[in-house]
């Protein structure tokens, strides 16, 4: 389990062998999905299973069901997730918006009605939002979150790190009490100054594999971002 006196770090798992290794590594929580050529979509039930059978690390499975953030089939979504908590998931990750970038109430308060107050994070769909602080505002009474998995902007780590910053000024805020999770083109290079604002949790997908998605999760990659967390 993670030390809250250390950062958090999240890691992408696609199956068993890079939750070992993620584990191995240091990870403190795992992303569990399918399709990264689609930017990860639920991974089926079995997979689900068998990462938790070889990990004893929390685990946030995505619950998305097509490329973008449009809900799409709710029904189907509130399935999965029934069959996820059947299965033992306990947290989750999920965000819907509609085509002007306003946040997907409707779907999303549909779908976390199916989580049993499971915890969960509101994914990268707020860098595509139209209105950022109106997308917290909206769903700050939304039982379960706690997490917003964000670049600060739809361009990455590079982009976003002034609306990272200041959304950290703001914790505590309406809306702004969920923890900042960053992630979307995150570098080593980034963490001294975002520590130094005071975000403590951190996630990573291609920077676990240096050889790309085709291989696994890289133990010693993970150890490389667990060291400079813990610095």
């Not at 953030?69 to 999965?80: H, I, R």
């Not at 009605?113 to 990268?124: K, Q, Y």
């Not at 998995?149 to 002034?162: F, I, K, M, Y």
């Amino acid at each position: 389990m993670s030390n809250p006196a250390r950062g958090l770090l999240e890691v992408i798992a696609l199956d068993a062998e890079d939750a070992v290794a993620a584990q191995a590594g240091g990870a403190d929580r795992l992303e569990l999905v399918t399709d990264m050529a689609a930017d990860g979509l639920t991974p089926p039930r079995a997979t689900f299973a068998a990462i938790r059978a070889a990990v004893d690390i929390p685990l946030r499975v995505m619950l998305r069901r097509t490329d973008g953030f449009a809900a799409g089939d709710v029904e189907a979504l509130a399935s999965a997730a029934r069959e996820l908590r059947a299965e033992g998931a306990e947290e989750f990750v999920l965000g819907f918006l509609h085509a002007d970038g306003t946040p997907d109430l409707a779907a999303v308060e549909a779908v976390v009605a199916e989580l049993g107050g499971c915890r969960w994070t509101f994914h990268r769909a707020i860098d595509r939002a139209a209105d950022r602080d109106q997308l917290r505002k909206a769903l700050a009474e939304v039982p379960g979150l706690d997490t917003y998995l964000t670049a600060g902007a739809a361009g990455g780590v590079d982009e976003g790190l002034p609306v990272l910053l200041a959304e950290a000024a703001r914790g505590g805020e309406p809306g702004y009490g969920a923890r900042l999770l960053v992630g979307g083109g995150l570098t080593l290079a980034h963490v001294p100054v975002l520590r130094g604002a005071g975000i403590d949790a951190f996630h990573i997908g291609g920077a676990a594999r240096p050889s790309g998605w085709t291989r696994p999760v890289s133990a010693a990659a993970v150890s490389q971002w667990r060291a400079a967390l813990d610095a």
